[in-house]
């Protein structure tokens, strides 16, 4: 079945993409190789009969977040990985000791049960998830628009430049 | 479904765990610690979205999309953070910011 095999091969490109964002050294080739986890990523949300949630993974993720943490990068002037920022191998080993029982021990709860192929469900059209999400949580739409609010007070705070009797 | 539920999350687990994996490796570095909560949040949206088409609820796809919103919040927020330390110090290192002074 050729989804499935789309699956499989869209799961390694995003799992070693991670991996080598993770372990890369220089930030800016990071941000990339975890933009190439996020298209994969995206097209396994489109897969999972999620098309919304696949162009806002695109849109937004590997659009807006990923080109936010460039520009910071960028002002910032922070890619140098010689300056010694990296973590060595003393860092290293515990977080991947940690990692390795932690994966393993899900992989074999996961395992133990029975995989079984569950029935397709129906899939929902964009039109049906909307009409859900408007009529039947619309206090949760107003509340994450509140935070979007108070994120951007927030951060047009934090980046002010101190003036006249603020400085120093 | 194209794949059973219980392989979703096993991908979900493992692109967690390497999250946090980076997260616990890159603790000097702030850039990398706010990759790294990229990583995992993203996981964690990859079980919503397979828990709704595993049992054909629109919920699953809410709840993705909160947290869409949510990191962006996030994101935007913590890059100020760090512009306004990076405005102090000079760095972006953890091990700097370490005197909890006014």
């Known amino acids: ?168 | 479904m194209i794949v059973p539920f219980e392989q979703i999350l096993i991908l979900a687990g493992l692109l967690f765990f390497i999250g946090m994996g980076g997260l616990l490796a890159w603790r000097a570095n702030l850039i990398m610690m706010l990759v790294s909560i990229e990583v995992m949040l993203n996981a964690v949206m990859l079980v919503f979205v397979a828990g709704s088409a595993r049992w054909g609820n629109a919920e699953g796809q809410f709840f993705a999309i909160f947290i869409m919103a949510l990191t962006s919040a996030e994101v935007s927020l913590a890059l100020a953070m760090v512009v306004y330390l990076h405005r102090r110090k000079h760095t972006v290192n953890t091990d700097m910011f370490s005197e909890l002074k006014g």
């Open chain 1, 1 to 168: 079945m050729i989804e499935q095999a789309i699956f499989y091969i869209l799961a390694a490109v995003a799992v070693i993409g991670t991996i080598l964002a993770i372990t890369e050294k220089h930030p800016v080739h990071a941000i990339m190789y975890l933009v190439t986890s996020l298209f994969s990523m995206a097209v396994i949300f489109f897969l999972l009969m999620a098309p919304l949630v696949a162009a806002f993974e695109v849109i937004l993720y590997a659009g807006a977040i990923m080109v936010l943490f460039l520009f910071v990068i960028m002002m910032l002037d922070l890619g140098h990985p010689e300056q010694g920022m990296s973590p060595g191998w003393q860092t290293w080993w515990p977080a991947l000791l940690l990692s390795t029982i932690s994966i393993v021990s899900l992989v074999v709860v996961i395992i133990s049960h029975r995989a079984v192929m569950a029935a397709p469900a129906a899939a929902l059209s964009i039109r049906e998830v909307a009409r859900h999400l408007f009529q039947e949580h619309g206090l949760a739409v107003e509340l994450v628009s509140l935070q979007l609010l108070f994120a951007l007070v927030g951060a047009l705070y934090l980046g002010k430049q101190p003036t006249g009797k603020d400085a120093k």
